[in-house]
């Protein structure tokens, strides 16, 4: 028997906002530049960085949504 190990779903996240470019553009419009650049590079990676995991929730909340990160984890099987 595998255990998942649990990973963030960056993408989704992303997705949440619209995707890079409608992200970027919602961070702009707060006064929070981002680059469409930026994010990608975190979908690249796989990780946002924790100072933009709380801008993130805190654009969300301005917006009157809730972005909970418990949301966007994913359970993938382990290797080991």
Same mark, same amino acid.
């Given at each position: %028997?595998?255990?998942?190990?649990?990973? $963030?779903?960056?993408?989704? /996240?992303?997705? #949440? #906002?619209?995707?890079? /470019?409608?992200?970027?553009?919602?961070?702009?419009?707060?006064?929070?530049?981002?680059?469409?650049?930026?994010?990608?590079?975190? !979908?690249?990676?796989?990780?946002?960085?924790?100072?933009?995991?709380?801008? %993130?929730? !805190?654009?969300?909340?301005?917006?009157?949504? =809730? #972005?909970?990160?418990?949301? $966007? =984890?994913?359970?993938?099987?382990?290797?080991?």
């Amino acid at each position: %028997m595998s255990e998942a190990d649990p990973t $963030f779903n960056v993408r989704a /996240a992303v997705r #949440f #906002f619209g995707g890079p /470019a409608d992200l970027a553009r919602r961070f702009e419009n707060v006064g929070e530049p981002l680059t469409v650049k930026a994010i990608e590079k975190w !979908q690249e990676r796989g990780q946002i960085p924790g100072a933009w995991l709380v801008r %993130m929730s !805190q654009l969300a909340k301005s917006e009157g949504r =809730i #972005f909970e990160i418990t949301d $966007f =984890i994913k359970h993938e099987e382990s290797n080991t």
